[in-house]
């Protein structure tokens, strides 16, 4: 184990999963530009296609066109803040994503 490498609490671990399945509609693994949209649209949000791109900036490390578990969990863990963390925040006053108490990320209020 890696100095300094601190392991990620296996609640929140899970909790971040949920989160991802919330955007995965079609359970293929990864995030996709439609997925993004269909949500962002089902929560009253219209992102342009330059929010999508700056998503997809910021999360897609590997440029595939896709945003994998991993890339999501390394992205809640230490990216910047986006559309995306918009997006999850108005899944999680929607109550669309699972138990709110576990729902934990430094920078969501």
Wanted: avoid cysteine; proline fraction near 2%; glycine fraction near 4%.
């Amino acid at each position: 184990m890696k100095k300094g490498f601190v392991p990620m609490d296996p609640e929140l671990k899970k909790t971040i999963e949920q989160a991802f399945r919330e955007f995965d509609k079609d359970n293929s693994n990864t995030i996709e530009r439609n997925e993004i949209k269909d949500v962002a649209q089902k929560l009253g949000e219209e992102l342009s296609e330059q929010e999508i791109d700056q998503i997809f900036k910021d999360i897609d490390s590997d440029g595939n066109k896709r945003i994998s578990l991993e890339e999501f969990i390394n992205w809640w863990q230490y990216g910047k803040l986006n559309q995306m963390e918009k997006l999850l925040k108005l899944k999680l006053k929607a109550g669309s994503i699972a138990d709110r108490s576990k729902f934990i990320r430094n920078r969501i209020t």
